[in-house]
C-alpha cells in the first residue's frame, strides 16, 4: 500500500449537487478514513425564534430546504400545535399529509433524475425531472407555489382542495405512475446500473441500528423503522402501512427502496383523497405558549426522521426551536458506507445516500 493522502472532497464538486465536504484519507485508489466537516452554509436559523413570533417563524421553518420545505412546515406547525394544546381539524391532517407525500414523490424524482445523470443515464435525468415537473404543477393548482407552497399554518391548512381538484389529481398522479413504473424498471434492471451499486457502499443491519441511521438509508439495510408507522394524523387512517425495506445494504438497495416509495406515496394519495373528511380546514389560534412550556414532534422526511423541539416563555416569540435533521443523523453512517470503497465510487455512493446539506446546517 502507498502512502496515505489526505484528499479534500467538497464543498464545492464538479458532480455532487450537495455542498458537503469531506477529507478522504486515501491509500493509493482506497478511502481507508472520511472526516466530515459541516458548517459551509450555516444560516443561523433557529435563532430567529427569538425575533419572528410562533406564526412567522413557519415561513422561515419552511426555507430551511426547498425540497424539504412541505414536511419542515408541518413538523413545525404540529411542534407548536401540542405545545399550545391546539387540535387541528381532521381535513387539514388529510390535507397536510396528501401535500407531503406529493413532496416525498417530488423529491425522490429530483433524487433519481440526479442518480441516473451520475450513472451516465441523460435520457432518464430529463424523463424523471419532466414526471417531476407534473407533481411541481399540481402544487402551483392547489396552492400558488410549486417548491415554496406556504399552505400550512399553525392551527390547519390555509387552502382546501375541493372534489374536482382531487379527481384531477389523482388521475394526473395515475398518469405520472404509469410512466415511472417504466422508468424505475428500466433503472433497477440495468447491467450497468447494478454494476455500479451491487454490493457499493454497504452497511450492515447491525451498524445502521447501532449509529441510529434513519430513513431509506436505514431501511435499505433492513432496519424497518419509518415515523409514518407511528399513526400520527391522517397516517392513523391508513388500512395497512408497512415501511419499504431491502436486506443488502448497498447502493442498489438504496436506489431500490426509494424507487418503491415513490409507488407507496402514490398509494397514500389515492387512499386518503378517497377517505377525505368533509369540515373545516383551520382552527382560530390565539394567545402564546406558556412560560417553560416544551413539546417536541418526529416527521418522516424524504430523507428519514426529522426531530423538532420547541420551548415557549410566556410571548409569541418562543424561547427556543431546535431541529434535528435526517441527514446529521446519517453522516455517522455515510462514513462508514464510504470505508474501504475505490475513489472513483465515491460520488456514487453519497448521491445514493442523498445528504441534504440545507438541512444539516440549518
Known amino acids: 500500500m502507498g502512502k496515505a493522502t489526505v484528499i479534500p472532497f467538497g464543498p464545492q464538486h464538479p458532480v455532487l449537487p450537495e455542498p458537503l465536504h469531506l477529507d478522504l484519507v486515501v491509500q493509493d485508489e482506497t478511502v481507508v478514513d472520511v472526516l466530515p466537516q459541516i458548517g459551509f452554509v450555516h444560516r443561523g436559523l433557529e435563532k430567529l425564534v427569538e425575533t419572528r413570533d410562533y406564526n412567522q417563524f413557519i415561513y422561515i421553518a419552511e426555507r430551511i430546504c426547498g ?93 382546501d382542495i375541493d372534489a374536482t381538484q382531487m379527481a384531477e389529481i389523482i388521475a394526473t398522479l395515475e398518469g405520472i405512475k404509469d410512466d415511472y413504473t417504466k422508468i424505475m424498471n428500466t433503472l433497477l434492471t440495468d447491467t450497468s446500473v447494478k454494476n455500479r451499486t451491487v454490493g457499493v457502499g454497504y452497511l450492515s443491519a447491525e451498524d445502521a441500528a447501532a449509529l441510529s441511521m434513519v430513513g431509506p438509508f436505514a431501511r435499505a439495510s433492513n432496519l424497518p423503522y419509518d415515523v409514518r408507522s407511528f399513526g400520527r394524523g391522517a397516517y392513523g387512517d391508513l388500512v395497512d402501512f408497512q415501511p419499504i425495506v431491502a436486506t443488502e445494504g448497498d447502493c442498489y438497495a438504496r436506489v431500490k427502496v426509494r424507487c418503491l416509495e415513490v409507488l407507496q406515496s402514490f398509494d397514500i394519495i389515492k387512499e386518503l383523497a378517497a377517505k377525505m373528511p368533509a369540515g373545516p380546514i383551520e382552527v382560530a389560534v390565539k394567545g402564546a405558549p406558556a412560560e417553560g412550556a416544551e413539546a417536541s414532534n418526529v416527521l418522516e422526511q424524504p430523507r428519514g426522521e426529522c426531530y423538532y423541539y420547541a420551548r415557549g416563555n410566556g410571548t409569541k416569540n418562543l424561547e427556543r426551536m431546535r431541529i434535528r435533521t435526517p441527514t446529521s443523523q446519517n453522516l455517522a453512517g455515510m462514513t462508514v458506507a464510504l470505508k474501504g470503497c475505490d475513489l472513483a465510487d465515491v460520488n456514487m455512493i453519497i448521491l445514493t445516500i442523498d445528504p441534504c446539506i440545507s438541512c444539516t446546517e440549518r
Open 67 to 159: 425540497i424539504c420545505a412541505t414536511g419542515h412546515s408541518v413538523g413545525y406547525a404540529e411542534t407548536v400545535e401540542e405545545l399550545m394544546g391546539v387540535e387541528v381539524p381532521k381535513r387539514a391532517e388529510y390535507l397536510r399529509v396528501i401535500w407531503h407525500e406529493l413532496s416525498r414523490v417530488h423529491s425522490h424524482l429530483l433524487w433519481l433524475g440526479l442518480a441516473a445523470d451520475a450513472f451516465g443515464f441523460e435520457s432518464m435525468f430529463m424523463h424523471c425531472w419532466r414526471l417531476r415537473e407534473r407533481v411541481l404543477d399540481i402544487f402551483e393548482k392547489t396552492t400558488g407555489g410549486r417548491v415554496i407552497l406556504s399552505v400550512v399554518k399553525v392551527g390547519g391548512v390555509v387552502r
